[in-house]
């Protein structure tokens, strides 16, 4: 199923940041968003990923089947390893954690509390939860800031699985993964910057 998004417009602080977005994303694909530090790209993401609502336009193959990765990492600090991709394979009705655990090296940090865990450690211990999301639609905000280069490589391995198992991937970043994908620059669609002169929005702070 693909996933699309049709004359999209997305806001932050009740102002357009985003109007006239298009992209369909398909079985197998990966699209990479481009576009400078406050362009839109993390209010695109959250709302792809039901975060946020639209101001106009439709986004259609993406209910239940989109799995988000971002900043914040919501792990759970007093939980470990193990036990935090158990809680995520329980909340999303699949078993195998194994998988994630391989796919993100992280067998050696099974057992530590996720509170103790190194910034590059969570963020692995976050990439490997989508694995046992078992969602199709991967939806990542810079998924590699924090990681280092085995790590990327892990990661881009981990997409690239994804996608030969016929999931899709539309990810936020600034550095080049190696990936085979499409990039959609987001600069064309960028709102009328003036209008958003002293837009605030606490939910966000
Ligand atoms: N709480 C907020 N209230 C008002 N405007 C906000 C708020 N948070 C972000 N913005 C603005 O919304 C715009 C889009 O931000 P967004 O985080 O989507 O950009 P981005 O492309 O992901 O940037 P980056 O590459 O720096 O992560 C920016 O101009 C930003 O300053």
Redesign the pocket.
């Known amino acids: 199923m693909t996933l699309r998004a049709t004359d999209l417009a997305v806001a932050?602080?009740g102002l357009p940041?985003l109007t006239g977005v298009g992209f369909a994303l398909e079985p197998g694909q990966a699209l990479i968003l481009r576009?400078?530090?406050?362009?839109?790209?993390?209010?695109?993401l959250r709302a792809v990923a039901g975060l946020q609502p639209v101001l106009a336009g439709r986004i259609e193959g993406a209910e239940d089947r989109v799995a988000y990765a971002a900043h914040a990492d919501g792990l759970k600090a007093m939980l470990t390893v193990t036990e935090n991709l158990a809680f995520w394979a329980r909340v999303f009705g699949t078993k195998d954690i194994g998988a994630a655990l391989d796919a993100f090296d992280l067998h050696g940090l099974a057992d530590r509390l996720a509170g103790t865990l190194s910034a590059g450690q969570k963020r692995r211990l976050g990439l490997a939860r989508l694995l046992v999301t078992g969602r199709p639609v991967w939806v990542l905000?810079?998924p590699t800031v924090s990681l280092d280069t085995g790590a990327v490589a892990l990661f881009a391995d981990a997409v690239r699985a994804h996608l030969r198992r016929g999931g899709s991937a539309l990810i936020?970043t600034?550095i080049d993964l190696g990936l085979e994908a499409t990039v959609l620059d987001i600069a064309p669609f960028r709102a009328n910057a003036t209008t958003?002169a002293g837009?605030?929005?606490?939910?966000?702070?």
């Open positions: 932050r602080g940041v576009g400078p530090n406050g362009a839109g790209k993390t209010t695109l905000d810079e936020a600034h958003r837009a605030s929005d606490e939910a966000f702070l």
